[in-house]
């Protein structure tokens, strides 16, 4: 399947239909930034699903609201609700689907300006999640839109989505809509996913992770005479100095090829996300030996290391832990999975955006892929549509910060991008 460009003069047009609806683009922008659908817990989920889908209306889509029934985080306190437009031009496939986040994290310490005030100043729209990602979804929307403002009728299908909980998983959100078929491999023939990446890379995907808790069992005993009983945090410490001497060295020697940014995480790494033993603290405290202590540890893996293999390593270090200190009895306890995922090379949505970047940018894309996770891998893997990438308005290193902003030449730059990959998309593949 092969991506056919466009004509220049429809490029031109398209440019020349976004430049017109920038001002609302930006004025979309802002108003969804008014909706602090902050996660957790996941406010006013549902009145930002109702947003998008009467903007989605508006513009001629058909729309549904999905609500993630029987997920356990979906309460009349916080519901949990998902919106899908769809718009089929003359064929159902190829259906091109445009799905952002509309979850954002608390806004934090730091701020200088209202962080859900939507404030637009000096070519910028502030506000926490202006880049991660209600630009992004403003650009997937209005890209759709534009393509219908230049009077251009589509060859497929195109869907716009706005979900929730990214952050925290994206289980009631993308997730569900993969479970429940909404997003499917006999479907949906492409998605892109405009997180903030920087309007010039295209990210191709994000390394696996493992979740996993160490739990030591000592003996309690008289903190006067620790020899009699077995410190849980004495041998959680031996397990970390493992951590430390034997698996980071070999950690840091592993090198994937998938071309994750910054350059530190194309290693494999490990973090320690908590520890807990003892006796609290800040409680009162009696002369005892520890007889309990967990950890949570964030392992990082790569996709050449692959999940069996990172979950046997950790499963030796802890056998290891064993032998040294024989007293302590350790567990192991799996806390989350989540699997490395990759754009296949000569998947054609990847040339549709570079090629798309290329003619609006005037300058060359790069391929990235995440050190993180995002919904990728519930499109890839749940879903089973391999046509993934993530592609969208604002930088990535403002993403979570204080001050979070999107720049409107970027939200502008990456809405004619997504159009111009969406339309080659759906006519490059009607073609084969
Ligand atoms: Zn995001």
């Known amino acids: ?81 998902n919106v899908i437009g769809r718009r089929q031009g003359r064929h159902p496939h190829p259906l091109v689907h445009l799905n952002g986040h509309f979850d954002v994290v608390p806004a934090g310490e730091g701020w200088t300006v209202d962080p859900f005030g939507g404030l637009v100043r000096d070519g910028k729209v502030y506000g926490r999640g202006a880049c991660d990602m209600k630009a992004g979804i403003a650009a997937g929307l209005f890209a759709a839109e534009v393509l219908r403002r230049a009077g251009i009728e589509l060859p497929g299908t195109i869907e716009v989505s706005g979900t929730v909980d990214e952050e925290s998983g994206g289980l009631a959100g993308v997730k569900y809509l993969a479970d429940t078929q909404w997003i499917a491999k006999d479907k949906t023939d492409f998605v892109i996913i405009p997180e903030p990446l920087d309007v010039d890379r295209v990210c191709i995907g994000h390394r696996g992770v493992y979740w996993f808790e160490v739990e030591a069992h000592g003996r309690i005993g008289h903190g006067s005479m620790p020899f009699l009983g077995a410190s849980a945090i004495e041998g959680m ?28 995480a194309r290693h494999a790494t490990i973090n320690t996300n908590g520890i807990q033993g003892g006796q609290p603290v800040d409680g009162v405290q009696t002369p005892c030996v520890a007889d309990h202590c967990r950890a949570i540890f964030d392992r990082r893996f790569l996709l050449e290391e692959g999940l069996e293999f990172t979950k046997d390593e950790i499963a030796a270090l802890v056998n290891e832990a064993r032998r040294l200190v024989p007293d302590i009895r350790f567990e192991v306890h799996d806390r989350l999975i989540v699997h490395p995922t990759r754009t296949p090379d000569d998947s054609p949505i990847i040339p549709a955006l570079t090629g798309a970047i290329q003619r609006v940018l005037g300058r060359q894309a790069s391929l990235i892929a995440s050190p993180g996770t ?37 939200l502008v730059a990456a809405t004619k991008v997504i159009a111009i990959a969406s339309l080659e998309l759906m006519q490059g593949a009607a073609r084969a």
Request: net charge negative.
């Open 1 to 81: 399947m092969d991506v056919v460009p466009l004509d220049p003069a429809l490029v031109e047009r398209i440019s020349a239909v976004v430049d017109a609806t920038a001002d609302e683009i930006v004025a979309f922008t802002s108003e969804l930034i008014r909706i602090p659908t902050v996660n957790p817990p996941g406010e006013e989920y549902e009145t930002c699903a109702r947003f998008i889908g009467d903007t989605l209306k508006r513009f001629d889509f058909e729309v549904q609201y999905v609500a993630a029934e029987g997920h356990p985080d979906h309460t009349a306190a916080h519901p949990r609700v």
């Open 237 to 264: 410490s031996r397990f970390q100095a493992l951590v430390e001497e034997q698996l980071k060295p070999k950690l840091a020697g592993r090198l994937t090829d998938v071309p994750v940014v910054p350059p530190g």
């Open 374 to 410: 995002y919904d990728h891998k519930h499109v890839a893997k749940i879903a089973g549509v391999p046509h993934c990438v993530a592609y969208g308005p604002g930088e990535l290193v403002l993403a979570h910060q204080p001050d979070e902003y999107c720049g409107i030449a970027d």
